[in-house]
Nanobody, 118 residues
Framework: QVQLVESGGGLVQAGGSLRLSCLAS????????MAWYRQAPGLQRELVAS???????NYADSVKGRFTISRDNAKNTVSLFMNMLKPEDTAVYYC????????????WGQGTQVTVAS
């Protein structure tokens, strides 16, 4: 099973930026779609953004125009650039390998905390 390790979380002021990174233990090209989810206190996990093997992206309405997901298949990394951050973006962010031919079920990273101060 692939292992995912996130990094890049932290504390930032509203309006600021952060870049999250996710390093996979094996080829993300073989996995296919990768994604970022988040979970705020008291709320359910929600999809933030996803990116297919070929680079097609999808975003939650709440982050469109502010967040950008990208992937480097050669380095087995997936990134989430977060711009114009808002206090409501505060959450634990998780990288995932989505179900596909080589991943029978969604695989989660351990998560990284993002806190946006107002």
């Amino acid at each position: 099973q692939v292992q995912l390790v996130e990094s890049g979380g932290g504390l930032v002021q509203a309006g600021g930026s952060l870049r999250l990174s996710c390093l996979a233990s094996r080829s993300i090209y073989s996995i296919g779609t990768m994604a970022w989810y988040r979970q705020a206190p008291g709320l359910q996990r929600e999809l933030v953004a996803s990116i297919t093997r070929g680079g097609f992206t999808n975003y939650a309405d709440s982050v469109k125009g502010r967040f950008t997901i990208s992937r480097d298949n050669a380095k087995n990394t997936v990134s989430l650039f977060m711009n114009m951050l808002k206090p409501e973006d505060t959450a634990v962010y998780y990288c995932t390998a989505e179900p596909g031919a080589t991943t029978p079920r969604r695989v989660w990273g351990q998560g990284t905390q993002v806190t946006v101060a107002s």
